[in-house]
């Protein structure tokens, strides 16, 4: 009960904040610093779904990432994307530890995020796909991709002057992850990672 009351109040500070930003963006005049209150607005957001999920749960350290994701991907849609753009989600019914489910998260946030304001100018037609699956026992790999005009041949995430690409770099560091980068009709940004796979209680050290 005591866990379940401090993710639901973790949640409501998290909602709060996100409500200030969002009412500071409105108040501002130049659309530059609008969306960086946007897109700080966004990040509060993505992490108040965790803790909205959690407190919905019986399990308090694990997040239903399909679920999460999914409605993630709905909120930023709603806040950055146009008709033209659509997406779908490919996520496998996993468990993920709430310190894993946090920083792949935000990893999908800035990646969408990005995708919706760059990858698509003019009213182009697009498609973003977001899918997580598990290549071997405790492996994963995380996907954003879209089919927009590309990243640019000589932009490195880690050397990027955007926080958004910045940070992508550093949540994959903070997986102990490996970041690839594959660019052709569009972007694909693959991360790699590994969380601890739980051992049986009655395991014996050999």
């Known amino acids: 009960i005591l866990l379940k009351e401090v993710h639901h109040r973790v949640k409501n500070n998290l909602?709060?904040?996100?409500?200030?930003?969002?009412l500071q963006a409105e108040a501002l005049n130049d659309p530059r610093d609008q969306a960086l209150f946007m897109e700080s607005e966004t990040r509060v957001r993505s992490m108040a779904?965790?803790?909205?999920?959690?407190?919905?749960s019986e399990d308090f350290a694990r997040v239903e990432f399909k679920e999460y994701i999914e409605s993630l991907v709905?909120?930023?849609?709603?806040?950055?994307?146009?008709?033209?753009?659509?997406y779908h989600v490919d996520v496998e019914e996993v468990r993920l530890p709430i310190d894993v489910a946090i920083p792949c998260g935000l990893i999908v946030n800035e990646l969408i995020t990005n995708?919706?304001?760059?990858?698509?100018?003019g009213g182009r037609l697009g498609h973003i796909t977001v899918s997580l699956h598990q290549e071997s026992e405790g492996?994963?790999?995380?996907?954003?991709?879209?089919?927009?005009?590309?990243?640019?041949?000589?932009?490195r995430p880690s050397e990027a002057k955007s926080l958004g690409l910045h940070l992508v770099t550093i949540l994959t560091r903070q997986l102990q992850g490996e970041l690839e980068i594959r660019r052709g009709e569009g972007t694909l940004f693959r991360v790699h990672f590994?969380?601890?796979?739980?051992q049986p209680a009655d395991?014996?050290?050999e």
């Open 49 to 56: 779904l965790i803790h909205e999920r959690l407190y919905k």
């Open 115 to 121: 995708a919706l304001k760059h990858a698509f100018p």
């Open 139 to 155: 492996r994963f790999i995380l996907e954003v991709q879209d089919n927009g005009i590309g990243l640019p041949e000589d932009l």
């Open 15 to 22: 909602q709060i904040i996100s409500s200030l930003l969002n």
């Open 74 to 86: 709905v909120s930023l849609f709603h806040s950055f994307g146009h008709g033209g753009v659509t």
């Open 194 to 198: 590994g969380i601890s796979v739980p």
């Open 203 to 205: 395991a014996k050290e």
